[in-house]
DNA sequence: CGGTATCCGCCCAGATACTG
DNA sequence: CAGTATCTGGGCGGATACCG
């Protein structure tokens, strides 16, 4: 679980379901903007270094280096540091991440796949709300 | 960095390859808390009235009000109102919503099924931080 | 019941500066 | 190169109050 993920206040946990509950931890904890990047990227390019990283993804420094360190907590990201001068630190994917790769793969192939068709939807939403907003 | 490209200080769009920024696009938009609970409950309940939503996931009125209506705008999530009285409007998924269930089925069975493996990967992780801050 | 409007705290994330 | 530390504000999300 995330920092940011309200311990619940005055509600109830979070969901009747048990499972809903878990699905909703993983979504939280690897399914923000800048893992899903990071994995893709290192599932591409097998190995990338900090700075790579941070070239490709434009991501801050900061949170590159959050998301890195929270990955590697996961077990999702291997880390390899060099002691060479300059130093040089290596990203990877574990078993564990390349496991994971299917799934996000699952879902970007979706996400390509009806972009149009929700964009689509979008603008029929959008002009139907004009329509309401402006009878004369 | 291509050639012409300016160096400045805010940041590149979101990511080179352009398959990134639509995956992350997307996972932006239904990717959040919210959506994907709300589409699993209604992929399981089928048609759910928007206080049982509420009372189902925990989830303040905003929020579900918010996220309610912009998966309808998204053209995941239908909206039927009947204009009794008291009035009761019911939310199901479109045909869009349903082929949606089936990447975030993937990705809840993923999540499920490692969930306990990230555990002991940040369990690990945190002994071996502790072990370092600790070398007394 | 099913929302909308408003206020507000708190976290996220970028910018900047500094270190090994 | 590969980070850490600190400041800051913008936005997310909860609480509350109020309408149809």
């Excluded at 379901?17 to 893992?35: Q, T």
């Excluded at 993804?57 to 996961?74: A, F, H, K, P, V």
């Excluded at 793969?105 to 309401?132: M, P, T």
């Amino acid at each position: 679980m995330r920092p940011g993920y309200t311990e619940e206040t005055t509600l109830a946990p979070a969901a009747q379901c048990p499972d809903c509950k878990r699905i909703n931890e993983v979504l939280s904890r690897v399914g923000d903007r800048w893992s899903v990047l990071i994995v893709v990227s290192l599932s591409q390019y097998g190995k990338l270094r900090f700075n790579e990283l941070k070239r490709n993804l434009g991501i801050s420094q900061r949170m590159l280096s959050l998301t890195l360190r929270e990955l590697e907590r996961d077990g999702l990201v291997s880390r390899t540091y060099f002691p060479t001068i300059p130093p040089k630190v290596e990203y990877a994917l574990t078993p564990l991440g390349e496991s994971f790769k299917e799934p996000v793969k699952q879902l970007a192939l979706w996400a390509l796949g009806n972009l149009s068709e929700i964009d689509n939807a979008r603008r029929h939403y959008d002009d139907a709300q004009q329509a309401a907003s402006e009878p004369a």
